[in-house]
């Protein structure tokens, strides 16, 4: 049996490593962490296309059961004024609807779910470099150690390492001006009932919530800065500096910004926001990246995880169906779609941030925009939620 090594634990790996034992290939997951990673202050949807994805391998369901349905967002402006209800995506044929789920629950979801299928995961492997000959790839690991396999899949998110292994030239994903900061207010009174987001282009950030099962507030926000922000200043900056920074942010607009963000008990966790569009080269004869290593869309896009979870199965029918071609078919039927993904997120980041006159033009524009996100037409998203990866559907080029 053909053997693949998985470089990155997260979400894709996992994903990509089941979808990989499905075609009859033995897949490992190598993992720079020393323990599965905690996250305590982050969360995301996976979309109807991502459930759809995984539903095609069997593993939607642990994905559901760790988090709750969200079917609709209300987009208001700064003034308090609501714009537009948007669908997230249309159900499944079984009534499933995207799902919003904490970043951490994911991992340990898909994680779970590979062990359990015997599927073996290696922790404390960073991923330093390769060897690709005829015979196979070895990659070489920080601690000295080495794996060798079949092929290699480099699963290892935004600032991949193997995608630099493949192409030295890759561009480096982009900072795109926004931080993504959030928490979690497990005190408030609000009343929204679960399933909704609420959205809000303020005056000067955008901010969203939406209320879990058990009442708590799951909030977002994504405040503007000229540079990124370093790996120091993102560990050491404290949540009661984010606290204060972001009530200021908000205190001009109508809405419950400023006081779910001044209710937050537990930590309040930043970070960078980043794309990566038009990597020239996904692969070579024997490694492949997928996922965010691969095509990363901002987070406007609501589409990382699912993404993700499209390209591990349409990967592993490539492989399955087109051994000797499997990854320049790959990268020929994914990479239209990703780079569309990207350039719609990056269209929506340009929204959150904006200065005094653009907000003027934006604020004109933006209902009709918003409306024709559900509504069809030229705005409408129907096309990143109505993917559909079939199992059964042979690759034929």
């Known amino acids: 049996m053909p053997k693949a090594l998985i470089i990155g634990g997260g979400v894709a790996g996992p994903a990509t490593a089941m979808a990989l034992a499905k075609a009859g290939i033995e897949a490992e997951v190598y993992e720079a962490h020393r323990t599965p990673p905690v996250d305590l202050s982050t969360y995301l949807t996976v979309a109807v296309n991502g459930l759809s994805a995984l539903r095609a391998i069997d593993a939607h369901e642990p994905v559901c059961a760790a ?30 609807v995207t799902h919003t789920i904490k970043r951490t629950d994911l991992q340990a979801a898909l994680h779970d779910e590979a062990a359990r299928r015997g599927i073996r995961f290696h922790y404390g492997k960073r991923f330093i470099g390769l060897t690709e000959t005829q015979d196979g790839v070895t990659a070489r690991f920080d601690d000295g150690s080495q794996a060798h396999g079949d092929f290699l899949v480099g699963c290892d998110g935004v600032h991949s390492t193997v995608r630099e292994a493949i192409d030295p030239a890759a561009p480096p994903a982009r900072y795109t001006g926004l931080l993504n900061v959030g928490g979690f207010n497990t005190g408030s009174t609000l009343a929204l009932a679960p399933g909704t987001y609420q959205m809000t282009f303020g005056k000067r950030a955008f901010f969203g919530f939406t209320v879990s099962p058990e009442r708590h507030i799951w909030w977002f926000a994504n405040p503007s800065s000229a540079t990124e922000l370093s790996r120091q200043e993102l560990a050491t900056t404290t949540t009661e500096v984010w606290r204060k920074r972001l009530i200021k942010l908000f205190a001009a607009d109508r809405g419950p910004a400023a006081d779910i963000i001044r209710g937050t008990e537990g930590p309040i966790v930043a970070s960078n926001s980043y794309e990566l569009a038009a990597v020239p080269r996904w692969h070579t004869e024997r490694v492949v990246i997928v996922g965010d290593a691969a095509h990363a869309a901002s987070p406007a896009a609501g589409q990382g995880a699912s993404m993700a979870m499209e390209d591990a199965v349409l990967l592993a029918k490539c492989v399955r169906d087109l051994p000797g071609n499997a990854f320049a078919a790959f990268q020929e039927l994914r990479k239209a779609r990703a780079e569309r993904v990207v350039a719609q997120g990056s269209r929506s980041s ?30 409408s998203l129907a096309w990143i939620h109505g993917y559909r990866v079939d199992w059964a559907e042979p690759v034929t080029s």
């Open 67 to 96: 988090g709750f349905p969200t079917r609709s967002i209300v987009f208001f402006l700064g003034n308090g004024k609501a714009m537009a209800e948007v669908n997230v995506g249309a159900e499944l044929p079984d009534g499933t």
């Open 350 to 379: 340009k929204f959150k941030a904006v200065n005094p006159l653009a907000r003027v033009i934006r604020d004109r524009k933006l209902p009709a925009i918003l409306r024709g996100h559900s509504q069809g037409g030229e705005h």
